[in-house]
């Protein structure tokens, strides 16, 4: 089996999994992917799924249809970018069960802070609590393949934005950060026999 044809099984048994789970346990592996309860609600009503594409269609919908609270709910979930204390504090007891997926997502979304020098983690910090102060919710950006000085860039950009057209860009971001854990989540699952491991 060549390499795309095995993915797109592992994608395929991940569904199946997700399709076959209790609600309770579909509940906690979409609040991994997505920290908003009206959102994982509504999703979870779309149940069974016949494709990656189906599940993202539907996740895309309830996502676009919450309030700013269910908004805020979600971004609240992640730490900080570049707030390395915050990580190892969220994932101090949590085992690394796969290089690929699992509830360490954010450590490894975040990889382009680490390494970065002292004087641009610190801007982070600074620039994060300027952005908190503005606009009343954490920075979030899609930071998979970023490094810190471009997530550094991006927030001083967009530090520039009026707060309800920011929030749209926020939510943007958080969704892609949504479908790509979906896709790390339907893989992780097709990899393992035992799903309620993750």
Known sequence: ?????????????GIAKLNA???ADLRTKLLQICGSVSWVESVIKTFPHTSAASILTAMDRAWWSLS???YLEAFAAHPRIG?????KKKF????KASGKAGPVWEADE???????????????VKHNKL????????FLVCATGKTAD????????RMRNEPAYELTVAAGEQNKITALRLHKLLTFLGTREDSSRL
């Open 92 to 95: 101090a007891t949590v085992p």
């Open 1 to 13: 089996m060549d390499m795309r044809a095995e993915d797109q099984q592992q994608m395929q048994d």
């Open 68 to 70: 700013r609270p269910d």
């Open 83 to 87: 707030d390395g204390e915050a990580l």
């Open 150 to 157: 471009e997530m550094l860039a991006i927030l001083q950009d």
């Open 131 to 138: 952005y908190e102060e503005r606009f009343g919710h954490i």
């Open 110 to 124: 975040q990889k382009g802070a680490e390494g970065a020098d002292e004087k641009t983690l610190q801007s982070l």
């Open 21 to 23: 789970m209790p609600v």
